[in-house]
């Protein structure tokens, strides 16, 4: 048996498709028909859901990055009137590099019940799909616009013992390749492009052959880059090469 309906309202915290409409769990589509009101990132991304799924006449908001702050004490206290909320992003996990930390927390504190619906995952998907090890994984969000910083995290995602994942804009993933190149250019990496999507794409090789590769350009689609870590085995193995090297 399933658990009996909240007496008060709650949230539901909906992991969306990442590109194929299709990926709609059946859990999501009856939850966003039970909901009261529905917290989007953008209202219009959303209808186009909404309309796949068959759902129609349901209350939508706007919730963003802009306005979240001003309207998650609103949305929770909707919800401790005995309101339904869904929130959903425009792909993916709500919170997770897309708005809605404020609402769940603002939830929490209000005693609201959370529940999230789990489903399509760009960083899931990517990591199963790049050939790279799975064993453990660091997923470090969208890469910083400035240079400095970027370079940094490229540097520390070499250096760690798992695989790290990013998120990066197609106008800068070629300048993200260069600085790979430049730092590591044997790495193992992958850039995954348009996951789930008619021109879903995977990119493996070493950070300098798809520099190589994508070069070229223009490349297009949202991508997440995944960066083969360094592991102790290996770092041991560069050190003796490397003292060997000294005193030959």
């Given amino acids: 048996m399933g658990a009996a309906p909240y007496a008060s309202g709650k949230l539901s915290v909906i992991c969306t498709p990442i590109g194929n409409l299709d990926d709609i769990t059946l859990r999501a589509a009856r939850t966003l028909e039970e909901a009261d009101l529905l917290a989007c990132e953008d209202t219009r991304h959303s209808l186009r859901l909404l309309q796949h799924c068959k759902i129609s006449h349901k209350e939508l908001i706007s919730l963003n990055d802009h306005n979240e702050g001003d309207k998650a004490p609103f949305l929770a206290e909707q919800a401790s009137d005995g309101r339904h909320i869904a929130l959903l992003s425009d792909a993916g996990a709500p919170t997770v590099s897309d708005p809605g930390f404020r609402l769940v927390n603002a939830c929490i504190d209000a005693g609201v019940p959370v529940s999230v619906i789990p489903g399509p995952s760009a960083v899931i ?21 400035k240079s400095g910083k970027r370079q940094r995290l490229l540097e520390e995602a070499i250096e760690r013992d798992a695989t790290s994942l990013f998120f990066e804009s197609p106008h800068r993933i070629l300048k993200t390749l260069a600085a790979l190149s430049e730092l590591a250019p044997d790495q193992p990496i992958c850039v995954a492009r348009e996951l789930t999507k008619k021109f879903e794409t995977y990119h493996r090789g070493t950070a300098a052959s798809l520099l190589e590769e994508l070069q070229p350009g223009p490349v297009k689609g949202e991508i997440t880059l995944l960066i083969q870590g360094t592991s102790e085995k290996e770092r041991k193995q560069a050190l003796r090469k490397e003292r060997a090297a000294k005193f030959s």
């Fill in 125 to 145: 998907t990517a990591l199963a799909g790049s050939g790279l090890p799975t064993h453990a994984f660091y997923f470090g969000g969208f890469l910083p616009v």
